[in-house]
């Protein structure tokens, strides 16, 4: 038996430095936590202050919808896709996979893009572009112009067209502006 192991005044130093690290360690977990509460105090209080100074200017409390209507999205054209249509492997820019045949596709018809409808649907929600060349996403545009007459090369296509009244309020030829 060694004469050390049952001196007390070695027992009272191993207690107490353990202690001394508890003590530490609590008192740094304590402060850590009164600054985390200070911190997230200082941010609410922020944000606080940001939407009443929003409200007094009459400007909109909740940002922007930064994609476009389901409406729009919904109106865009979808196709089910054939390889014998183009030529090569066509693939998905959004998630980087091929387009198989039969699979239905979302057209942008202002750069002729062609997507998965889940893939473009999902980037449209938070987007407003093409994901592959940025272009503005929206549908073809169409302009109804009375008919008065019509040249010889064009093919029009009448659309008959009723007021509230429900009386024909004549016909109109369909352009499509790219």
């Known amino acids: 038996m060694d004469v050390n192991d049952n001196d007390p005044g ?13 003590i530490v360690s609590v008192s740094f977990f304590v402060i850590l936590v009164i600054l985390v509460f200070i911190y997230v105090r200082c941010v609410l209080h922020r ?25 729009i999205i919904e ?6 896709f054939r390889h014998d249509l183009k ?10 996979s091929n387009l198989e045949d039969g699979e239905m596709i979302r057209f942008l018809p202002n750069c002729e893009h062609n997507f998965h409808v889940a893939c473009i649907d999902t980037w449209l929600g938070t987007n407003t572009t093409c994901a ?3 272009t503005v ?5 169409v302009v109804l112009t009375p008919v008065v007459a019509t ?9 008959e ?11 109109y030829l369909v352009h499509h502006q790219g």
């Open 47 to 71: 944000q606080a202050r940001r939407r009443t100074a929003l409200g007094l200017l009459g400007l909109p409390h909740e940002p922007p919808v930064t994609g476009l209507d389901l409406a």
């Open 87 to 96: 030529d090569g492997a066509i693939e998905c820019a959004v998630c980087i």
């Open 75 to 80: 109106s865009l054209p979808t196709i089910v």
């Open 137 to 141: 996403a929206e549908p073809m545009k």
């Open 10 to 22: 070695r027992s009272y130093n191993v207690h107490g430095t353990m202690l001394v690290i508890a």
């Open 151 to 159: 040249p010889e090369a064009a093919k029009p296509i009448d659309v």
């Open 132 to 134: 592959v060349c940025r």
């Open 161 to 171: 067209s009723t007021d509230r009244t429900g009386e024909d309020s004549g016909k």
